[in-house]
């Protein structure tokens, strides 16, 4: 009964999660947020490789936690960066 207990604790894998944090820093990449929003850039990188490392290492509740920031900041950069280049007129189509 405490085995079927500890089973039912274990955290499955976050493969939403993942997908999504590498598809919001693809799209802050491809904005080069890296270059007009780089804090936010490099804390979504931070966390999006502490979150890979996690997934390796089967700590899910942890690897989830740090795809959530990594998405945040990934959102963030990518933002901050279409402001930027808007108020400069670069954005401007």
Known sequence: MVAL?????????PVAEYAIARTALES??????????S??????EEYYRKGEK?????DFNGARGYFERARIF??????????KLFQTGEGIP
């Open 39 to 44: 804090g936010y850039w490099h804390r979504a």
């Open 54 to 58: 996690a997934f390796q290492d089967s």
């Open 74 to 83: 990934a959102e963030k950069a990518e933002n901050s960066t279409r402001l």
């Open 28 to 37: 802050a990449r491809e904005k080069e947020a890296a270059r007009y929003a």
């Open 5 to 13: 207990g500890l089973w039912g604790c274990a955290s499955s894998p």
